[in-house]
């Protein structure tokens, strides 16, 4: 498999905060959570999936645990704005500098607010995409949190 330009971006961020961290790359795919949950042989909950909303003209990336969801109201009075929707494409690889499916919760391109869901604390380990739909990065929720500099927040 040849290297992945956002996975070394991912590898060179999160060494130079931890250099014991090293994302993991798989030659299946990991793009959703149940992908990545059954490559990695691991419960839902613990594959931590990246979702970008946006607010009017405000977007936030929510980190939750692959076996919660969303809820709008909480993404309306964390950002503010308009209605909130989900980024296309198009905005999450404009905002993240990722394409969807390999979303990292940090190296992103630009400075947005991380908003943590307090539901993966339950899990010793849990697994964060790392650049691309074949990568993970395996951390606890304590370094994920430190690494993201995100809000933990009750979804």
């Known amino acids: 498999m040849p290297p992945d330009r956002a996975v070394e971006r991912v590898r ?35 594959i931590a999936k990246s979702i970008l909303f946006r607010c009017g003209e ?31 494409p198009e905005e999450v690889v404009e905002m993240t500098g990722f394409r969807v499916g390999g ?19 339950r899990f010793q380990i849990i697994y964060a995409a790392a650049g691309s739909a074949h990568a993970v990065l395996p951390l606890t929720f304590q370094q994920l949190q430190a690494v993201t500099g995100g809000a933990v927040i009750e979804i």
């Open 12 to 46: 060179a961020y999160v060494q130079a905060f931890d250099p014991s961290f090293n994302p993991i790359e798989y030659p299946e795919t990991t793009e959703t959570a149940p992908d990545a949950a059954r490559v990695l042989g691991v419960e839902l909950g613990q």
């Open 58 to 88: 405000r977007y936030g990336l929510f980190v939750l645990a692959g076996d919660m969801r969303m809820d709008q109201k909480k993404v309306k009075a964390l950002l503010g704005g308009g209605k909130p929707r989900v980024a296309t």
């Open 103 to 121: 979303v990292c919760p940090f190296a992103l391109k630009t400075e947005l607010p991380i908003f943590l869901d307090r539901s993966m604390e």
